[in-house]
């Protein structure tokens, strides 16, 4: 029986924790911006452990300040004769608490306080109230100490901020105004209200019984709050207000550390600063407004604070959204987890009672049976909601995954080079000058390199610390489009991070084109470049002027096609007037839009591109179980047919590009590996109209080599 209750309640203590972890990841997928998106996922997995781990500690900490505060405060109410819950279990009820606190707007969540308190352990409304009520304004003059300690602090460095200063006169005015209520105030309305609604000469009715435990327990708290004063308990509850607010913005200031240490180097760590956007945020939490966990409210007033700090919006909501986010994770594994001991303790003191009640009974036996059916009923539930949230969790983990690698990956190794002769004899190279660029990360992040033909001398063409890829000759051959991540590590699967670059081959020289701009290509003619912004909007820019044009954009009511739906490497033909593209989210596959709107379904798979005299297009589609090939498209008629798949190991193809004279493709293929930026993709060649098995490997490198182009003289 035993063993079966831990079990029952160990499982609903685990599917809640996982169904709550899983709503938190649901909840930032679902309502942060999609620009910021990958990079929260990134700083979560990047903030430092040894921050985490000292936020925890120092929530130990403030929790165990506030639990010493709670009990001097209702052994000052609680007469001899009444039982004062332990140290240990005012330290859970609290650890509790502090989690109830995020759930309810304005504050209602410190309501549990009471309710567990006189569950548990009989403890009188009055009291708890009363202490609950002192616990919040000595935090607020806690909290106007630190304001006053910083503005200390700041006089004595260089000059005072204004804000500062007003802040903490609409604290001490608050402070006064609650403090005022509490003591003359609340007495006088208890007075007050017993003299007038005296119920010794009326009937007695439901509204009558209702208003007088109303007006007996103002009475009995304003009593409590008296006695609390009276007592001089009030130094010590002060210096205990103090610990806990000490306690708390150390721990989120390091948490706060351990979120920018990785990824915003240029973030204040000014502790002042640093603690005023924590003081903000938090006020922002506190507003009577219905939020989950606080989510929005919280981040609302921390980002203002940043903002006004002088960090941009974009990093100010990223760092506040992983602060709070692991803050929530971390006090609601607390909470939970004390919670689920208070439940168990009450939990055991009724079925010891009832235990015993039935051991003297006839029907003890009885009982005992009907309740392990229906134990054995509650764990069927509970193996339901846990079994569940494991799905569940592992659903919003499998769709982080999705939008990309957090993580950089290995550059690695070089593989034995066959001889230059050697390399030569292929048929391929036979009458080849020209060059071929694409992006690899064997010198540990992805740069652009350059192989020429025909003497296959292999250079590099950058050295950046942030991510390269996608390179787009121009049609002279004298430059190079390209995306640059934002970040140092940005996955390509993250369509939103990345600027368009361009490459000058003759000086070696790059420069930013556009910002937000991903996967650029060129016009015929070179004066024009075309890109996706913000995964739905097709970009015409005119190099001339710089003007920038959107000719397609998703969510627009002509294009018929709803902003859910993402746009892929699209490809504009000038003599079909049409964009070659795949789509993704609400629709799947390859696709061409015609200027005039109307849109065309190619088939499955992905990378559709034109030719370069646009007599065809080609895309990467499934030519067998677990396999890819290229097919090539009539663009009149849209009839889809295999064009090439490489025999042998290296037969997983991706990024075909066809060079500028029409009769060589260059493409990448691994081994099985299938994720862009990570697997072991090499680097080929194949004459067009020749034999399959007719191609040259230009890389040699178990590193990642990516999305090739071709220029031949």
């Known amino acids: 029986m035993l063993k079966s209750r831990y079990l029952l309640n160990t499982l609903l203590s685990l599917g809640i924790s996982l169904f709550l972890l899983a709503l938190l990841i649901h909840g930032v ?92 352990f009989k403890v009188r409304t009055d009291a708890c109230l009363s202490s609950l009520a002192l616990s919040f304004v000595f935090d607020l003059i806690a909290l106007a100490f630190l304001l006053l300690a910083m503005i200390g602090y700041q006089l004595f460095l260089s000059g005072v901020e204004l804000w500062l200063v007003v802040t903490l006169v609409i604290l001490l005015i608050i402070c006064g105004l609650f403090l005022l209520i509490l003591f003359p105030v609340l007495q006088q309305v208890s007075e007050h209200l ?191 909601l846990f079994l569940a949230g494991v799905f569940f969790l592992g659903f919003q983990f499998w769709k982080t995954q999705k939008k990309g690698w957090l993580y950089p990956p290995s550059p690695g190794t070089a593989i034995a080079l066959p001889s230059t002769a050697a390399q030569k004899t292929s048929p391929v190279f036979d009458e080849l000058h020209g060059f071929v660029i694409w992006s690899s990360n064997r010198f540990g992040n992805h740069d652009l390199v350059m192989l020429t033909l025909p003497d296959l001398k292999l250079s590099r063409l950058t050295n950046d610390l942030h991510t390269e890829f996608f390179p787009r000759i121009s049609p002279n051959g004298d430059k ?35 910002k937000n701009a991903l996967t650029p290509t060129w016009s015929s003619d070179g004066e024009k470049v075309y890109f996706l912004r913000q995964a739905n909007q097709f970009v015409e820019y005119t190099l001339a002027n710089q003007k920038e044009t959107v000719v397609f954009e998703t969510g627009k009511d002509d294009l018929s096609l709803s902003a859910s739906i993402q746009l892929e490497t699209p490809v504009w033909s000038e003599a079909e007037q049409a964009l070659a593209v795949t789509l993704r989210g609400g629709a799947r596959g390859t696709f061409v839009i015609h200027k005039d709107k109307s849109i065309q379904q190619v ?32 663009p009149e008629t849209l009839e889809k047919k295999l064009w090439f798949d490489a025999p042998g190991a290296f037969s997983h193809e991706y990024f075909p590009k066809v060079s500028n004279t029409g ?51």
């Open 194 to 384: 017993t003299g007038r609604f005296d119920q010794k000469d009326r009937p007695e009715s439901r509204l009558g019984r209702i208003q007088k435990k109303l007006i007996h327990l103002i009475q009995d708290t304003s009593d409590s709050v008296q006695s609390a004063a009276q007592q001089g308990v009030i130094g010590q509850v002060l210096l205990l207000s103090l610990g806990v607010r000490v306690a708390k913005y150390t721990g989120l200031y390091l948490l706060f550390c351990g979120v920018v240490a990785s990824s915003f180097t240029d973030i204040t760590r000014n502790v002042t600063d640093v603690v005023i956007a924590l003081i903000s945020a938090e006020a922002g939490a506190g507003l009577p407004i219905p939020t989950f966990m606080s989510f929005g409210t919280y981040e609302a007033g921390g980002t203002l604070a940043l903002i006004a700090l002088g960090v941009s919006k974009a990093s100010s909501v990223v760092v506040m959204l992983a602060l709070h986010i692991w803050s929530q994770v971390i006090d609601y594994a607390f909470g939970i987890g004390a919670t689920v001991f208070f439940a168990l303790y009450i939990l055991d003191l009724n079925l010891f009672f009832k235990d015993t009640l039935s051991s003297f009974s006839g029907a003890g036996q009885q009982n005992i049976n009907t309740r392990q059916k229906k134990n054995w009923k509650a764990l069927a539930y509970v193996l339901v």
């Open 603 to 634: 088939g499955k798979g992905c990378q559709l591109n034109w030719a370069p005299d646009s007599s065809f297009l080609y895309l990467v589609d499934h030519a067998k179980a677990g396999g890819n090939a290229f097919f090539r498209v009539d």
């Open 29 to 120: 997928d679902g309502t942060a911006d999609l620009a910021i998106r990958p990079k929260l996922y990134s700083v979560l997995t990047r903030t430092a452990w040894n921050a985490l781990l000292l936020y925890m500690l120092a929530s130990v900490v403030q929790t165990f300040f506030r639990a010493i505060r709670y009990r001097v405060l209702l052994k000052s109410s609680l007469t001899k004769d009444e039982e004062l819950p332990s140290l240990f279990y005012l330290f859970i009820v609290t650890m509790s608490r502090n989690m109830f606190i995020d759930m309810l707007p304005a504050r209602l969540g410190e309501l549990s306080y009471v309710a567990m308190l006189k569950l548990g």
């Open 663 to 713: 009769d060589m493709l260059v493409y990448g293929a691994s081994t099985g590996g299938h994720e862009h930026d990570r697997a072991d993709y090499e680097i080929f060649l194949w004459p067009i109209g020749t034999p399959m098995g007719n191609t040259a490997r230009l890389s040699f490198h178990t590193g990642n080599d990516n999305w090739p182009d071709i220029y031949l003289y």
């Open 480 to 514: 190079v489009l390209f995306c640059r991540s934002q970040e140092p590590w940005v996955s390509q699967r993250n369509k939103f991070a990345w600027d368009t670059w361009i490459l000058d081959l003759s000086t070696g020289t790059t420069r930013l084109l556009a």
